[in-house]
T-cell receptor, first 115, second 115 residues
Framework: NAGVMQNPRHLVRRRGQEARLRCSPM?????VYWYRQLPEEGLKFMVY????????ESGMPKERFSAEFPKEGPSILRIQQVVRGDSAAYFC?????????????FGDGTRLSIL | AQKITQTQPGMFVQEKEAVTLDCTYDTSDPSYGLFWYKQPSSGEMIFLIY??????QNATEGRYSLNFQKARKSANLVISASQLGDSAMYFCAMREGGATNKLIFGTGTLLAVQP
């Protein structure tokens, strides 16, 4: 499968724990985006990364959330000390360039549930 | 500010008929791209079609076409010959040119295709 790979597909955490969500972009894609989808809502942009660099994090909450895209390995979205309001579907997308005519290809998402 | 508006929360269509899903947008950037994504009940986001702000012709991809009216800032999705498998949420999204590369999504339209 050459698409965007996200894991895990489902993640359950207790309040106060840490959640780590992984995303491997499509082969040849160096631009990665994270979005969050709350129930019954559209996707909201969180962060845009290009290998080892955060380009735009205007949608990231100021505390507890961080993202990285190391030179080797997948992109990681990390949520520390999770709260009930973090329950959502988290989608990763990738594109080969930053050109605005390039579609972003999405993974299947990680459904995060906080108990 | 950039904004995408989808005014139809839900729609019904008979199998084999055509359906139009509405999308209007607001941006002050002359360079932008418009995208439609499909989200079936299984949750993944599937890219359908793209329209660039400078494209002279309406985009088409198989049974999907985009009715792009730039002066009215609308980018409606037309699905011809609806199939039962078209039942899903449909999201309109916009990406502006420039440094930012994020997609702004509408709230979606839930399409139900009836036999």
């Amino acid at each position: 499968n050459a698409g965007v790979m996200q894991n895990p597909r489902h993640l359950v955490r207790r309040r106060g724990q840490e959640a780590r969500l992984r995303c491997s972009p499509m082969k040849g894609h160096s631009h990665v985006y994270w979005y969050r989808q709350l129930p019954e809502e559209g996707l909201k942009f969180m962060v845009y990364l290009q290998k080892e660099n955060i380009i735009d994090e205007s949608g990231m909450p100021k505390e507890r959330f961080s993202a990285e895209f190391p030179k080797e390995g997948p992109s990681i979205l990390r949520i520390q000390q999770v709260v009930r309001g973090d329950s959502a579907a988290y989608f990763c997308a990738s594109s080969p360039t930053k050109a605005h005519d390039q579609p972003q290809h999405f993974g299947d998402g990680t459904r995060l549930s906080i108990l | 500010a950039q904004k995408i508006t989808q005014t139809q929360p839900g729609m019904f269509v008979q199998e084999k008929e055509a359906v139009t899903l509405d999308c209007t947008y607001d941006t002050s950037d002359p360079s932008y791209g418009l995208f439609w994504y499909k989200q079936p009940s299984s949750g993944e986001m599937i890219f359908l079609i793209y329209q660039g702000s400078y494209d002279q012709q309406n985009a088409t991809e198989g049974r999907y076409s985009l009715n792009f009216q730039k002066a009215r800032k609308s980018a409606n999705l037309v699905i011809s010959a609806s199939q039962l498998g078209d039942s899903a949420m449909y999201f309109c999204a916009m990406r502006e040119g420039g440094a930012t590369n994020k997609l702004i999504f509408g709230t979606g339209t839930l399409l139900a295709v009836q036999p």
